[in-house]
């Protein structure tokens, strides 16, 4: 005599059997109890960058360039523009291209402080780079509070990427991390004595290239992990 299947396992099993035909036509993706614990355990980025914070600093010093000869490589027209294709050869033999939507370079460098800006929280300085007299000028954020859409240090570490993180949200959070850790780093820094003063700097400077045929690099700024008088 066969065994009866009740109404209420075939409807189980016919469940099922729609599940995996929609699992395969589109892709469905079956995790486990822990596997779905684990996605939704909220992200901590001040962890994470006080975790990483040091590999950061080391790789920004070890890669870094000497700054004058990045500013001599960059060449601009007499409006202070010039075209981002011609940037290719600079990018690949000091800097690193990020998905051709931005470049970053790991940067240091000596130079006079022309002034300084403390009006708002995003303060900066002018820096007169030794071994450059060119055109462009350059500035280094030294304010309590690096701007919100600035992620050239994040970017210029090397090894933080977008696809170690579930989202967008995460990697920004990271970025704005990251730059809470060089403001501390600055803390102990005379800014309003600067004026004239000698300084050693390293940072990261980064340039916006998607979609752009030109750009104006008549000024550039750094964020500087490290600003320390001479």
């Known amino acids: 005599m066969k065994d009866k299947v009740s109404p209420g396992w ?12 929609l699992a395969l036509l589109f892709g469905f993706t079956v995790i486990s109890t822990q596997d779905e614990e684990a996605l939704t355990v909220s992200f901590d980025p001040a962890a994470y960058v006080e975790d990483n914070w040091a590999a950061v600093q080391l790789a920004i010093k070890e890669g ?30 000091m800097g690193s291209e990020l998905s051709g939507a931005a470049q970053v370079y790991r940067v240091t460098g000596t130079g006079t402080v022309t002034d300084v800006d403390l009006e708002s929280s995003k303060g900066s300085i002018g820096i007169a780079v030794d071994g450059y007299d060119g055109p462009i000028k350059l500035r280094a954020w030294i304010g309590t509070r690096i701007p919100s ?26 970025a704005k991390e990251i730059n809470s850790k060089v403001v501390q780093n600055l803390d102990g820094l005379d800014k309003e004595g600067l004026t004239g003063k000698n300084v050693e700097f390293t940072g990261a400077l980064g340039l916006r290239t998607a979609n752009l045929p030109t750009l104006d690099v008549s000024e550039l700024d750094i964020v500087p992990i490290e600003v320390i008088e001479r």
């Open 149 to 174: 859409d600035n992620s050239a240090v994040r970017d210029a570490a090397g090894f933080i990427s977008f696809g170690d993180f579930r989202e967008q949200t995460e990697f920004g959070k990271v």
């Open 64 to 93: 870094a360039v000497p700054i004058a000869d990045l500013l001599n490589a960059i060449q601009p027209e007499a409006d202070g523009t010039i075209a981002t294709a011609d940037l290719a050869p600079i990018v690949a033999a």
């Open 10 to 21: 075939a409807v189980a099993i016919g469940a099922v059997a729609v599940f995996a035909v």
